[in-house]
């Protein structure tokens, strides 16, 4: 079984910048795709973006992040990193990393490691 461990989130001011990890563990061989996903308080979790894990990788990003928010991994380290730029509040939540198998476009999230807050001040 795989595990998963969030790490880098904080408060943060408006216009500022964060980096979040996920440290993956365990049985991760055939989990192909990994993902960053977030809750706010009183919505859904929501998708933020996607990536495999071939040389190179396909790359997705939620409407509301793209070109703000950037996603990749160590493939070495079997970490997973999401970089945080132009915060808003918005952008305020708890963000959860994940990883499965499935089709590129039609994923399958089967672990979840336990969220790192994220805080943006204005």
């Known amino acids: 079984q795989a595990q998963l461990v969030e790490s880098g989130g904080g408060l943060v001011q408006a216009g500022g910048s964060l980096r979040l990890s996920c440290a993956a563990s365990?049985?991760?061989?055939?989990?192909?795709?990994m993902g960053w996903f977030r809750q706010a308080p009183g919505k859904e979790r929501e998708f933020v973006a996607a990536?495999?894990?071939?040389?190179?990788?396909?790359?997705r990003y939620s409407e509301s992040v793209k070109g703000r928010f950037t996603i990749s991994r160590d493939n070495a380290k079997n970490t997973l990193y999401l970089h945080l730029n132009s915060l808003n509040s918005e952008d305020t939540a708890v963000y959860y990393c994940?990883?499965?198998?499935?089709?590129?476009?039609?994923?399958?999230?089967?672990?979840w490691g336990q969220g790192t807050q994220v805080t943006v001040s204005s």
């Open positions: 994940a990883a499965g198998t499935g089709v590129w476009g039609s994923e399958k999230y089967y672990y």
């Open positions: 365990g049985r991760t061989f055939s989990l192909n795709f």
């Open positions: 990536i495999d894990w071939t040389t190179t990788p396909l790359i």
